[in-house]
T-cell receptor, first 116, second 119 residues
Framework: GAVVSQHPSWVICKSGTSVKIECRSL??????MFWYRQFPKQSLMLMAT?????????EQGVEKDKFLINHASLTLSTLTVTSAHPEDSSFYIC????????????FGPGTRLTVL | AQTVTQSQPEMSVQEAETVTLSCTYD???????LFWYKQPPSRQMILVIR??????QNATENRFSVNFQKAAKSFSLKISDSQLGDTAMYFC????????????????FGQGTILTVHP
């Protein structure tokens, strides 16, 4: 299957700083990428959907100014957590899909963010 | 809006035995896909099996099979000959298709079931 990578796999930062997480589709072009947040032993919560070259669509309750998403190319999407606080500590997972005809999403390995 | 419900927060099974994970969903649509994903301790999401709603035949992938009951909106996963590597959190998921049969968009996940396989 197709491979999606995330970098970094884990990050620790101080409260008030910004953190950028990269999501790359390694062997396919992803027209749509999704960003999820997951707390321990809980389900994946969709944060936003991004299509290459256009603004991301955020889910209700997700602060777009806090979680900046950029999908500048067909193989790269980034999530920037701005002015991070301890409550932003979580596991962030990206997922990518090719076009609309394919019904499988390929998931990255996730990034664990810890804000001190 | 679609909802997916997994009523079993945790399950356990002995190695080599069979276990069934439950999933129900709610939708007013007729065209959709259903999925089971596995998330092992590594936390990498892995697609286990997929079912197209228009297909009456239940999907099967080696030791994994589903019981798809469209009228009852039920989509259970049966794992046969359980192995230690099956220990993971399992998520049932739903995706609606539009009238043209192309994918509408986002996956809706259930709450998850933590499955532990004991030796």
């Amino acid at each position: 299957g197709a491979v999606v990578s995330q970098h970094p796999s884990w990050v620790i930062c101080k409260s008030g700083t910004s953190v950028k997480i990269e999501c790359r589709s390694l062997d396919f072009q992803a027209t749509t990428m999704f960003w999820y947040r997951q707390f321990p032993k809980q389900s994946l919560m969709l944060m936003a959907t991004s299509n290459e070259g256009s603004k991301a669509t955020y889910e209700q309750g997700v602060e777009k100014d806090k979680f900046l998403i950029n999908h500048a190319s067909l193989t790269l999407s980034t999530l920037t957590v701005t002015s991070a606080h301890p409550e932003d500590s979580s596991f962030y997972i990206c997922s990518a899909r090719v076009g609309t005809l394919y019904n499988e999403q390929f998931f990255g390995p996730g990034t664990r963010l810890t804000v001190l | 809006a679609q909802t997916v419900t997994q009523s079993q927060p945790e399950m356990s099974v002995q190695e080599a035995e069979t276990v069934t994970l439950s999933c129900t969903y709610d939708t007013s649509e007729n065209n959709y896909y259903l999925f089971w994903y596995k998330q092992p301790p590594s936390r990498q999401m892995i697609l286990v099996i997929r079912q197209e709603a228009y297909k009456q035949q239940n999907a099967t992938e080696n030791r994994f099979s589903v019981n798809f009951q469209k009228a009852a909106k039920s989509f259970s996963l049966k794992i046969s000959d359980s192995q230690l590597g099956d220990t993971a959190m399992y998520f049932c998921a739903f995706r609606q298709l539009n009238a043209g049969g192309t994918s509408y968009g986002k996956l809706t996940f259930g709450q998850g079931t933590i499955l532990t396989v004991h030796p």
